[in-house]
């Protein structure tokens, strides 16, 4: 299939103006040093803050560009089926913490969202996860009651507003949709009004945990801080402890304008086809975006990431016809091999070292709960659901041991499997036949060179090996980047770092000849 245009910013990112922040330039001593710019990071910082303590937050790109800034922007408690597999694998009591917490999170955003006066078009909404096939009922009736034990308003539902017809689904009530950004926004005024300082294009190089802390940058410039919050999406300077239970998918997004009159009445997922997940938000001349993602996929492991774009188009003309998509953008997620999110001591680091990370594709909540909690434990507080996150848990992981084995195997088969697949090289071979806007890894002199074609015919060649781990990349012919399908690393066609967890950019390689 023939590469579509490369996917812009999202609705988000184009809505909602950020004020621009400097590098950091001097070296510094605060309490807290909080790394990433995302909703876990500003969420954290802003609750130190509030908590008196003096904050700095260091992105190494632009604020909310990450993973934050290409979410769908739903908040609730009810993620896909997950109550169902809570119950089975830690027991009820922890699913029910886990939706005591994430409830929590939500009415923190309303609360906070309604104290600061932020204007993110906050909506309470239902959230239901259903099936259009009739084999996917049983498991929905035991997830609406899993749900419904754990203390959430979920009920068994065979009716929605949504246009053509379900089997079956879980609603739970009063939960909530907003603009991410447009709070975030919010957020980051108030937390710079308290004193905090902000810093981007700042990449963090190094944590040496102790007391105090020492961060260390790209730039050479040292923080020292009491307490140090790695907040980067994947958690990074863990050692490879934490990659280890970590598995990332990548999904994709597409939105238009739904005629007026059309709202579907709430938001909707269902794991059928692919994944779909499907909201609403309100546009200024009183139309509704209809926000539609799904075709989820490892990164790096070749997947065809313009016909999947070309599958959700498809879905949406079918089933909303008079939409005309006018956005398109990607997210990715990370999620533990044991279900639940990884919130607490970053294990290796020392004490006074603390990680988000493991959101599942709920970083919304999972976000905002991670500040609150983090914030407790600097703070010498103590929520109720802080052993239920604590990475250094030992329960979980055995019994999420069929998954931790499965991830390892996945990564161990890609770092073995991929470098005895890479192509042969010389103009002749695969680079020649390359048509502009592709990519191809191929062996050059002896060593993996990942290559690609821009748009002028012009040749761009850096080193296949993820400079993370050492997996080869692969190319993603929609968004046009290298990917790592050992732990989601992502690069631009030049090499520079997209995405963690590597810190260093691909090699440049010499086209010439290949």
Known sequence: MKPLAVPGPSYWM?????????????????????????????????????????????????????????TTGKVTALHTAVYDTLRDKHGEEAARLYARSQSAALRHVVEVADRLGID????????????????????????????????LDASFVTETELPYPVAGAVRVEDQAQFHPLAYLRGIVD??????????ENT????????????????????????????????????HG??????????????????????DIGGMYITEEGGKRSIRTAPLPDGQRLLILTGEAFTPGTGEDTAAGYGRLHAWAQERF???????????????????LPLIGGLPTAGDNVYVATGFAGWGLTGGVLAGQLIA?????????????????????????????????????KHFVKDRLDTLGDGTNGPVAKLQRGE???????????????????????????????GCLVAFNNAERTWECPCHGSRFGVDGQVLQGPALEPLEPRDPDGL
């Open 14 to 70: 184009q809505t909602v103006e950020f004020p621009s922040f400097g590098p950091l330039d001097a070296a510094t001593e605060v309490d807290a040093a909080v790394i990433g710019g995302g909703i876990a990071g500003l969420s954290t910082a802003w609750e130190l803050a509030r908590a008196g303590l003096s904050v700095i937050v260091l992105e190494a790109d632009r604020l909310a560009g990450g993973v934050t800034g290409h």
């Open 190 to 199: 108030d937390l710079v009004a308290q004193g905090g300082r902000v810093y």
């Open 321 to 339: 016809p008079e939409v005309a998509i006018t956005h398109r953008w990607a997210a990715q997620d990370n999620s533990s091999t044991d279900a």
């Open 120 to 151: 993110c078009s906050l909506e309470r909404r239902p959230a239901l996860t259903y099936c259009e096939q009739p084999d996917g009922v049983d498991a929905l009736r035991a997830e609406a009651e899993a749900a419904r034990a754990a203390g």
């Open 203 to 238: 990449r963090v190089t190094g944590v040496d945990g102790g007391d105090p802390c020492r961060v260390t940058t790209a730039s050479g410039i040292t923080v020292r801080a009491r307490h140090v919050v790695v907040a980067t999406h994947h958690p990074l300077f863990d």
């Open 376 to 412: 407790s434990l600097v703070t010498g507080g103590r929520e109720p659901w802080a052993e239920l996150y604590d990475p250094r848990r030992v329960g979980s992981a055995v019994r999420s041991a069929t998954g931790f084995l499965k991830a390892q195997l996945d990564a161990g």
């Open 439 to 469: 990519g191809t890894v191929v062996r050059a002199a002896g060593k993996p060179c990942a290559v690609h074609r821009d748009d002028e015919g012009e040749l761009h060649a850096v080193s296949a090996v993820c400079t993370h781990l």
């Open 241 to 262: 402890v934490l990659a280890t239970r970590l598995t990332q998918h990548r999904d994709l997004v597409i939105a238009g304008p739904l005629p007026a009159g059309q």
